[in-house]
Antibody, heavy 121, light 105 residues
């Protein structure tokens, strides 16, 4: 079955760290750009970061630059998001998403179920 | 920046519904539309402004290029009640519109 499954969310204090994982199955993971998108409670979607097929290019939204790091392990068919110096405003559901095609500008076609990150004291 | 209108719309079954998305700069056709139902992940309904998704309902269509885009739902069905988002993948950072929530009148 073609799917993405996120894990690693939880409750963390401001200033803390979390590492999210996304396990891919049912397709050739190494062929696709991969993305993280988040959604604060009751709010809209916000793109967070993405990574090129070979990991050579990474892009981030300004608000997480220097704090979050996206990475991938194609041998394990896995995507990661290391989140440091977490803030209350980072609270939300984090989705990993695969592009429709293999190009950078492709739409986000395959989404995981999301993992909830709560930053609170 | 992507700006959707309206933010909210009450709809009736079989109605034709249009949602617009305006970009603050020319993004060509790198504009995509998603449907999100409560407690579910987003679902891609239109890619690259006007391309339908294989296996998706034919009542969804998209149009536009440059800065102005429209998602149209012909003959809306109750299952289409959801929040719809536009998304640009032209330049980093990628951005989403604020969302348009449809509910049944």
């Amino acid at each position: 079955e073609v799917q993405l499954v996120e894990s690693g969310g939880g409750l963390v204090q401001p200033g803390g760290s979390l590492r999210l994982s996304c396990a891919a199955s049912g397709f050739t993971f190494s062929d696709y750009w991969m993305n993280w998108v988040r959604q604060a409670p009751g709010k809209g979607l916000e793109w967070v970061a993405n990574i090129k097929r070979d990991g050579s290019e990474k892009y981030y939204v300004e608000s997480v630059k220097g704090r979050f790091t996206i990475s991938r392990d194609d041998a394990k068919n896995s995507l990661y998001l290391q989140m440091n110096s977490l803030r209350v405003e980072d609270t939300g559901v984090y989705y990993c998403a695969r592009t429709y095609g293999t190009g950078r500008s492709s739409a986000l076609y395959l989404w995981g179920q999301g993992t909830l990150v709560t930053v609170s004291s | 920046v992507l700006t959707q209108s309206p933010d909210f719309q009450s709809v009736t079954p079989k109605e034709k519904v249009s949602i617009t998305c305006r970009a603050s700069q020319n993004i060509g056709t790198t504009l995509h539309w998603y449907q999100q139902k409560p407690d579910q992940s987003p679902k891609l309904v239109i890619k690259f402004a006007s391309q339908s998704i294989s296996g998706g309902p034919s009542r969804f269509s998209g149009s536009g290029s440059g800065t102005d885009f429209t998602l149209t739902i012909n003959s809306l069905e109750v299952e289409d009640v959801a929040t719809y988002y536009c998304h640009q993948s032209s330049d980093f950072p990628y951005t989403f519109g604020q969302g348009t929530k449809l509910d049944i009148k």
